[in-house]
């Protein structure tokens, strides 16, 4: 199965930033896109960004839109999450995930990550 390690996530005042990456290994010819989760404690996994592999086409949540860019580097398998303008209402573990299959770029991932935690602080 694919392998997704997540990494970058810390402790940071709004207005920071920070910058996520996901290195996918094993099984990732076939992977079609790649997307951000996130998670606050007590709530249900939200869909935060996801990026097409072939073209880089993206979509974001409307929550991060504008503050948050995803991209891709097809040499080393990694994908990235830059985040500006965090606000404490982004605090949550984000999760990498990967699809193999075609379809919405907001649901139905196949594989995920352990999760990177990222708290924003007042």
């Known amino acids: 199965q694919v392998q997704l390690v997540e990494s970058g996530g810390g402790l940071v005042q709004a207005g920071g930033s920070l910058r996520l990456s996901c290195a996918a290994s094993r099984r990732t010819s076939s992977t079609l896109i790649m997307g951000w989760f996130r998670q606050a404690p007590g709530k249900e996994r939200e869909f935060v960004a996801a990026i097409t592999w072939s073209v880089g086409y993206t979509v974001y949540a409307d929550s991060v839109k504008g503050r948050f860019t995803i991209s891709r580097d097809n040499a080393k398998n990694t994908v990235y999450l830059q985040m500006n303008t965090l606000k404490p209402e982004d605090t949550a573990l984000y999760y990498c995930?990967?699809?193999?299959?075609?379809?919405?770029?907001?649901?139905?991932?196949?594989?995920w990550g352990q999760g990177t935690q990222v708290t924003v602080s007042t």
């Open positions: 995930a990967a699809k193999e299959r075609a379809g919405s770029l907001r649901a139905d991932y196949d594989y």
